[in-house]
């Protein structure tokens, strides 16, 4: 069975922290790997990570995928308040863009 | 700004009713998704869809339907709701362009009640 492991499920931090989350994966035919943000609402797309592109970063952000390890982690510097959210991850697993989601990791930056 | 919208943000409704939760994207996506989101489950898919009139059952389907009549719609169906069935529910929608695959753009939630 398919299946994507995000650690820790919760995490307190002080703004000014770095954080890791930890993504890994255990799936058929992985295509590619995706981070996104949930606030109140809709999850956001952050990065997505294939064979092709392992490392990602965007500002205070950045992802790296080790395949071999069959995981990923997101780095996030000099945390803030509005960094607060679940972080969930992603795996897509198909020629048809269906994709595995993690329970998430629920981040709170504290002032 | 592209969108998915679904209809209700909040809904309560009591044990056995039949739910309908609504979903419309303007960005003609083929695909669309039904997700339920529970906290340390994370998100679950319930059925999703690659083309008008067409589904395909997710990991969790008991208990519910779908409908997609046209292209930009998606209908999650509750055919009678129970209390296991309070949840946020989560419309998606992506689109395979070349076979490459973009990611989900998600509507902002229905957090539904059944009592």
């Known amino acids: 069975e398919d299946k994507v492991v995000q650690s820790p499920l919760s995490l307190v931090v002080h703004e000014g922290d770095t954080v890791t989350l930890n993504c890994s994966y255990e799936v058929t035919n992985f295509r590619s790997l995706l981070w996104y943000k949930q606030e109140k609402k809709a999850p956001t797309f952050l990065f997505m990570l294939t064979s092709s592109g392992i490392e990602k970063k965007s500002g205070r952000l950045s992802s790296i995928l080790d395949k071999k390890e069959l995981s990923s982690i997101l780095n996030i510097t000099a945390t803030q308040t509005g960094d607060s959210a679940i972080y969930l991850c992603a795996v897509e697993v198909t020629s048809y863009d269906k994709v595995i989601f993690g329970p998430g990791t629920s981040l709170s930056v504290i002032p | 700004d592209v969108k998915v919208t679904q209809s209700s943000r909040y809904l309560v409704k009591r044990t056995g009713e039949k739910v309908f939760l609504e979903c419309v994207q303007d960005?003609?996506?083929?695909?669309m998704f039904w997700y339920r989101q529970d906290p340390g489950l994370g998100l679950r898919l319930i059925y999703f869809s690659y083309d008008v009139k067409m589904k395909e059952k997710g990991d969790i389907p008991e208990g519910y339907s779908v409908s997609r009549e046209k292209k930009e719609r998606f209908s999650l169906i509750l055919e009678s709701a129970s209390t296991n069935q309070t949840s946020m529910y989560l419309c998606?929608?992506?689109?395979?362009?070349?076979?490459?695959?973009?990611?989900?753009?998600f509507g902002s939630g229905t957090r539904l009640t059944v009592v």
């Open positions: 960005m003609d996506h083929e695909n």
């Open positions: 998606a929608s992506s689109s395979i362009i070349s076979r490459v695959f973009y990611g989900y753009t």
